[in-house]
């Protein structure tokens, strides 16, 4: 175990549910689900992910499938949407619906954030693809940031924003907290702080970049 001075100082981890060897994993319940392909064709999807219908699961809380706003350092991502509909949003306040077989490119650092349009009484399912040399990258941010979200639920405890940014920060993926200015600022604002609190939650307080329980690289070979 690495060395963690202020380990003692770190909130109570929820039990870890082992997900690893699962494709799909289901989640909330069974309200959401998230699959990965393998092997991965070169520009193909990689991943799908289900989001409960108006983002709600069956105990009326909201989903944690609906990510915050946030950003992508590196990948264009790519979404199509294979069944239900959503609303993906912008910095500028632009918002675009997509529905069944629409499809959308949201360029490298720039803000958003999605949901399932609350109209809709059927889940989102939408397929994701990335540049090919980051999808396992993405698979262990989803495997890891999902599973623990479902723990911290079935346990009753808040989610820890260090552990949440150090995998932001192995992923370059910085969140879109509301920070006043323009978006060149907010994206450059958010970064640092994504590499600060994501250093201090992996050297000082001894949070992982992924847990075994979670990710392992050769669950998918089985």
């Not at 109209?119 to 941010?141: G, S, T």
């Not at 979200?149 to 808040?158: N, P, S, T």
Request: hydrophobic share 40%; with cysteine; proline share 9%.
């Amino acid at each position: 175990m690495s060395f963690a001075p202020l380990s003692f100082l770190r909130g109570a981890s929820p039990p870890r549910t082992k997900t690893s060897h699962q494709n799909p994993c289901f989640l909330e319940d069974n309200a959401s689900l998230v699959e990965f392909y393998h092997p991965i064709p070169k520009g193909a999807f990689f991943s799908k992910q289900v989001i409960p219908a108006k983002n709600i699961i069956a105990n009326g809380q909201t989903s944690f499938m609906k990510p915050p706003a946030h950003y992508h350092l590196l990948q264009d991502e790519h979404f199509t949407v294979e069944s239900g509909a959503g609303i993906w949003y912008f910095w500028d306040e632009k918002a675009i619906r997509l529905e069944k077989g629409d499809s959308l490119m949201i360029p490298a650092r720039k803000w958003h954030r999605f949901e399932s349009a609350p109209d809709v009484d059927e889940p989102l399912v939408i397929l994701y693809r990335y540049d090919e040399e980051y999808p396992v990258m993405e698979e262990i941010f989803f495997r890891n940031v999902f599973t623990y979200f479902d723990d911290c639920r079935k346990a009753g405890v808040d989610p820890s924003i260090f552990q949440l940014l150090v995998w932001c920060r192995h992923c370059w993926m910085p969140m879109g907290l509301p920070i006043p200015g323009p978006e060149w600022f907010n994206l450059v604002a958010n970064t640092v702080l994504m590499f600060v609190f994501g250093f201090i939650g992996e050297f000082l307080l001894g949070y992982k970049a992924s847990y075994p329980e979670y990710y392992d690289e050769k669950a998918k070979q089985k």
